[in-house]
């Protein structure tokens, strides 16, 4: 894990590895930060979705039993709301590296679209 240093605070920076080992045993909360469009399209599976056009810090869940991982398309948008989040009070935060993008080229299991139905389907990376 990396650490990125912002006028608000240090922000975590977790890699496709990291995420996805903490979150097959049940240690974080992945949050999207997408448009409703992309998250529709593609996503990780389990993640929500708090897009960054309708972000609110104080309306995430606690961090005591589970952290908080960030992401989007690149990683630009999850590190803007990983500040948003650090300037609210919070103590830590965290983002994925390279965001999806990264969690794909890391060959990582996600939720696409079957292009022929439009119904969701599981891609294994």
């Not at 979150?23 to 992309?38: F, M, S």
């Not at 989007?72 to 390279?98: D, F, N, Y």
């Not at 996600?110 to 119904?119: K, L, P, R, V």
């Amino acid at each position: 894990m990396e650490t990125q240093s912002t006028d608000a605070g240090d922000i975590e920076v977790w890699t496709a590895d990291e995420v996805a080992e903490a979150k097959a045993k049940g240690e974080i909360v992945l949050v999207d930060v997408r448009t409703p469009q992309e998250y529709m399209f593609e996503h990780i599976e389990g993640a929500l979705l708090m897009p960054m056009s309708f972000f609110d810090a104080g309306s995430l869940p606690g961090q005591s039993d589970k952290r908080i991982v960030l992401y989007c398309g690149s990683s630009m948008r999850s590190g803007k709301m990983a500040e948003k989040v650090l300037a609210s009070g919070a103590g830590k935060i965290a983002h994925l590296k390279g965001g999806f993008g990264g969690w794909k080229e890391a060959k990582k299991p996600y939720i696409g679209t079957e292009m022929s139905t439009g119904a969701p389907k599981r891609v294994d990376g």
